[in-house]
């Protein structure tokens, strides 16, 4: 029987319309697919445990054979060890007989005996057996990994376009999407500046998070309708519905084109001031669709998303390949490369992390690296090579004291002299900048900018902190709202101090991407954004509709007003009413 079309509201993240089949993805053993399993039914349960347990293994050698040389011999032995526990005989028939007499699928079954053995494993006096117990955990996950790849493959291997839906979009999840036939994202837990969200905006795939339902709604097969721009997905929709949404997504691919007619304009107000429109960038690959003379340049390249989707570090070579890549591709215009952004909700598997009660508070960014300074040398080293190839600069995450910045100047000119008494090519005066997003920074910037060639502001972190409120929580996410007065404040405090010391400023946060800041943020004082490419024909159409005067005069009047919703008040009645105008008749106008 055909089910009822359902309407869930969550979180808009990235935009567009997407219409396709789900399919589902799980990253935690928690949250599994449960069905009875009739008697006539145990042989094929059994029957895929085998297999799974099959696949598992074979990964699992393939893993231990391919780093072996890599790691060492001692660590090595933990992929024994998982390899024991697949093939213990015991295991498998506690899996087994779980299946039997509880007629729950396999995928529960092993759910319940994994918490079973876990739960003996943590009670142990021995540090070493309690560590076993991480194993389990791990050898559980990947068996039902193994299992749900095997129906998703129905979809993700058979070249069928579809809807990934999972409890969480994470950066190093982009190595599992078959982009040539993912069409939308649709996620539990995140909010609109939560990095996957980003991700998303960046590979250009309508996205809505933060419906903490859809697991529950929907299941592998599921067709759906993601709509990125009023943040709603309907699942089995209509024909009357699934019309509209085809309809309005051939309406947008019209806009997008008419936007795109924009691309090579001059990126300037109204009256001529030029404004730097960069792009932000992910990845190499994100730099194969950018046309480099419709951007000033590349205003952040977050490293760290590189890393995070490979199994182990790259070498210092490997990066060099991979920056010299970016910098051909930027044609001469700068890239900004920002140092290793991990820690807080960016992990990096093969770099264990300490359990951290607040990891946005924590071990993260710059702090890490000057902890680890290997990974800083061989990360600035390759920078600086790279950097014959034309204009780099090196953008350092996380800043908080004026010290941290001292540091890595430091390192960079140890690294510089080395490079030149080895004469090794390098751009000895490459720039050296820092993220403004630790609100402490904005207070002292007097003192840290003469040790800067430049700032960047990551509003995403900026706003979280000011705010308290944490970008990956969709329960929040309604607070997490740039437009505050004191937001507005604190940006143009710093836009005064960098301008005055003489020294470039731009914004790479999210809200550079947005359309409705542009002429507040021209009017605060910055002359360069930069954003994910997507955003650019529209922030460059806003630009081209105002004055300086008019920026300068619509900043000055949000600076004066004294809540989020007086801010947004004029936002809609002098921003959005000419965003409108120029869309004139367009579904855009419509919607808006
Ligand atoms: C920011 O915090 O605004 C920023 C640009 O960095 P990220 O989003 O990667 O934290
Ligand atoms: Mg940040």
Known sequence: MARMARKLKGIAAAPGVAIAPIVHFHAALDHIPTWKVAPDGLAAERARFQCAIAEVAADLMALQKELSGAIATHDARIYDAQLAILHDPTFQKDVESEIVQHHVNLEVA??????????????????????????????????????????????????????????????????????????????????????????????????????????????????????????????????????????????????????SELRFQPSVTQDGVAVQLMANVEGVRDLDS????????????????????????????????????????????????????????????????????????????IRLCLDWPDILYSQMRAILRASAHGHARIL???????????????????????????????????????????????????????????????????????????????????????FHPGVLRVLKQIADAANSAGKGVSICGEIAGDHLFTPLLIGLGFRELSMAPVFLPRVRLMLRSFTECECRDLAARALALQSTTAVRALVRDEILVRWTRQLAGTPEERRS
């Open 290 to 365: 950018l046309e480099p003379e419709s951007i000033a340049g590349i205003g952040l390249f977050r490293t760290e998303f590189a890393f995070m989707e490979r199994r182990q570090f790259p070498t210092e070579d490997e990066q060099v390949a991979m920056y010299s890549r970016a910098m051909i591709g930027a044609e001469g215009k700068p890239v900004t490369f920002r140092t290793l952004d991990v820690g807080g909700d960016k992990p990096l598997g093969y770099f264990k992390m300490p359990d951290e009660r607040n990891p946005v508070l924590g071990w993260r960014g």
């Open 396 to 482: 350092l995450p996380m800043v908080t004291t004026r010290n941290e910045v001292a540091r890595c100047r430091e390192v960079m000119g140890q690294l510089v002299a080395d490079l030149k008494a080895n004469g090794v090519p390098h751009d000895a005066t490459i720039e050296l900048g820092a993220m403004v997003e630790v609100p402490v920074l904005v207070s002292v910037l007097p003192d840290v900018l003469p040790l800067c060639d430049f700032v960047s502001v990551g509003t995403n972190d900026l706003v979280q902190y000011l705010l308290a409120v944490d970008r990956d929580n969709q329960r929040v996410a309604k607070m997490y709202d740039p």
């Open 110 to 259: 092993l759910q319940r005996v994994i918490a079973r053995y876990e739960a003996c494993f943590a009670a142990m006096e021995n540090a070493a057996m309690r560590e076993r117990a991480a194993d389990l955990r791990d050898i559980g996950r990947q068996l039902v990994g193994a299992l749900l790849a095997t129906e998703r493959g129905k979809y993700t291997a058979n070249g069928i376009d579809y809807l990934f839906a999972a409890e969480e979009f994470l950066p190093s999840d982009a190595g599992i999407l078959d982009r040539a036939h993912i069409r939308g994202i649709v996620t539990e837990h995140g909010g609109k500046y939560s990095h996957g969200a980003i991700l998303a905006r960046s590979l250009g795939i309508p996205s809505v998070v933060g419906i903490e339902q859809i697991m529950l709604e929907s299941q592998t097969g599921t067709v759906a309708i993601i709509d990125g721009d009023a943040g709603l997905v309907i699942l089995d929709p209509t024909p009357e519905q699934l019309q509209d949404y085809e309809r309005m997504r051939a309406e947008q691919v019209a806009i997008d084109r008419r936007l």
